[in-house]
C-alpha cells in the first residue's frame, strides 16, 4: 500500500478504527474524534490524524509503527528530547499492538509553517537546534537503545547498490539513455569507494551524537513561542547514534541545509576543536552519505528484469546522479574538482 494523499478522510465507524480504539485504551475513555485523516500510509505502517480528539480538543498525531522504531521515537520524546534546552513536540503516549510486532506512537501535532532551507532566519533555526542536539550527552543505556551507524553502514549500502546496479548494465529491457545512466552511477559508486578513506577521516574528526537522519523540510515546522519562533522536528525512524554528517547536509530544496555558522557556534563550547572548513567538510560528507542512503532506496524497488521495476528507481537515479557528482566537486576529488 503506498503513500495516501494527506487530504484522504476515513470514512464509516470512527469509533472502530484501530488508531480511536489504541487511543481510547490508553485514555480510559470512550472518545470519538470528529473525523481521521490519513496522512501516511505505507507498507503496514501509518501515520494518522485523530481531529478533536486530545487535550483541549486538540488534534492528536496516531502512528503505527514497527516496535523496534516505535520504542525509539518513544525515547526520543519522552526521555531526550524533554532534558535538552530545544523546543520539541509532546508525546501523549504509547501503546502495544496485540500482534506485538507494531506499535501505537501518540504526539501533539506540529503545527505552524512549512520550514523552507531559502530562509535564512529558518536555516539560522535549524543551525542552532541541531547544535544542541548534537553536544547533547547520553547515557550508555541511552546510546545502546539506538540503531548503530557509522560509515560502514554507508559502505555496505554504497557497495549493495554497486552490485544491484551491475547486474542490469547489460539489461535488453532498459532503453539506451537509461543503461548510460546506470554506467555513470556505478561509476559514482567505484569513485566513492576508493575515496572511502576521506570519508571515514571527515567523520571521526566528530563525536558521535543522536542524529534525526532525515533533518527535510517535510519533518520540520516553525511556530511562534513564548520568546520567537521555534523549530518543531518529528519523524524519528531513521534516528540512530552516530556520524552526525547526514543532519548538515546542504541540499536546499529537500534537506533542512541549516545555517553552518550558527550550528558551529552552538557545538563551539563542547566540539571547540572543530573551525568552520571542518564543519564544512563534514556537511559535504553528509551530502554524499544521504545521496547513497536515497540510492539504496530506489535500488529496493527493483524486483525483477522488466522495465516496470526500473520506472521509480531510474527517475531516483535521475535526481540523484548530479547531486553525486556536485558533491565530489565539492570534496575536490580529481576529475570532479
Not at 152 to 169: I, K, P
Not at 191 to 218: G, N, Q, Y
Request: glycine share 8%.
Amino acid at each position: 500500500m503506498g503513500k495516501a494523499p494527506a487530504d484522504e478522510v476515513v470514512t464509516g465507524s470512527l469509533a472502530e478504527h484501530p488508531a480511536v480504539k489504541a487511543w481510547c485504551e490508553l485514555q480510559h475513555a470512550g472518545i470519538q474524534p470528529a473525523g481521521i485523516d490519513v496522512l501516511k500510509r505505507k507498507h503496514k505502517v501509518a501515520t494518522y490524524r485523530l481531529s478533536g480528539i486530545g487535550p483541549g480538543g486538540a488534534a492528536v498525531i496516531a502512528k503505527r509503527c514497527r516496535t523496534p522504531t516505535a520504542k525509539v521515537e518513544r525515547m526520543i520524546y519522552t526521555e531526550i528530547l524533554p532534558r535538552l534546552p530545544v523546543s520539541a513536540l509532546h508525546c501523549y503516549g504509547f501503546a502495544e499492538a496485540p500482534d506485538g510486532e507494531f506499535c501505537w506512537l501518540f504526539l501533539e501535532e506540529a503545527s505552524g509553517e512549512p520550514y523552507s532551507p531559502q530562509r535564512a532566519d529558518h536555516r539560522a533555526l535549524a543551525g542552532r537546534w541541531l547544535g544542541r542536539l548534537h553536544v547533547a550527552p547520553l547515557s550508555a543505556e541511552m546510546k545502546a537503545r539506538l540503531p548503530d551507524r557509522g560509515p560502514s553502514h554507508y559502505l555496505q549500502r554504497l557497495r549493495g547498490v554497486r552490485a544491484t546496479v551491475g547486474e542490469h548494465l547489460g539489461n535488453p529491457a532498459l532503453p539506451a539513455d537509461d543503461l548510460s545512466l546506470l554506467q555513470t552511477v556505478a561509476g559514482h559508486c567505484d569513485t566513492l569507494e576508493s575515496h572511502w578513506d576521506e570519508v571515514e577521516a571527515c567523520c571521526a574528526a566528530m563525536p558521535r551524537s543522536l542524529v534525526h537522519a532525515d533533518f527535510v523540510i517535510k519533518n520540520l515546522r516553525v511556530r511562534a513561542g513564548l520568546t520567537g519562533p521555534e523549530l518543531l522536528v518529528f519523524d524519528w525512524e531513521l534516528a540512530h547514534w552516530g556520524v552526525p554528517a547526514t543532519d548538515l547536509a546542504q541540499i536546499v530544496g529537500r534537506t533542512a541545509s541549516p545555517d553552518l555558522n550558527v550550528y558551529g557556534s552552538a557545538v563551539q563550547r563542547d566540539f571547540g576543536g572543530l573551525d568552520a572548513r571542518d564543519i564544512q567538510r563534514l556537511a559535504d560528507c553528509g551530502k554524499l552519505l544521504r545521496v547513497v542512503d536515497e540510492l539504496y532506496w530506489a535500488t529496493t524497488f527493483i524486483g525483477g528484469s522488466s522495465y516496470k521495476f526500473f520506472v521509480r528507481p531510474i527517475s531516483h537515479f535521475r535526481i540523484c546522479e548530479p547531486e553525486l557528482a556536485t558533491a565530489f566537486r565539492a570534496m575536490k576529488w580529481a576529475k570532479y574538482g
